[in-house]
């Protein structure tokens, strides 16, 4: 009876021990795999901060054509100077199929995906196959700098 006893008191101790020291590593795993969380997402606004700096620092008033625009792809943002001093900014995802715009030229804002084409000034359709304008987005100029919001 005694060694049952002990086998019995000595058993939960061990589950317990054993417990401890799971639910020990399992919080250090849960602690680590947060800081990592912390430290990826820590890295992509890291990332999202630069490219919003770096299409910023990339948009000077003359690297954009009057008549014309130019795609930052990485951005997403196209932007137009359609008459000289004014200047437009649409998304450059295509309405059609999500393509990125591949390029100002002609007047238009292309799609290389299907031949769509926009309007510099008002983002309009003016070729298919895309039915829906290129939504606006918000520019401001100031000294030689464009910013899009
Ligand atoms: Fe642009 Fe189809 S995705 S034309």
Redesign the pocket.
Known sequence: MTHAEDLRTTGPSRRTVLGTAGLAGLGAAALAGCGSGQDAAGVAGSASDAVAGAVKDAISKTSIPVGGGKVFADAKVVVTQPTSGDFKAFSAV?T????V?SDVAGGTIN?A????KYDITTGAVKNG??TAPLPEKKVSVSGDGIKVT
Request: aromatic share 0%.
């Open positions: 295509c059609h199929q999500a393509c715009v799609c995906c299907h031949g769509s196959p895309a």
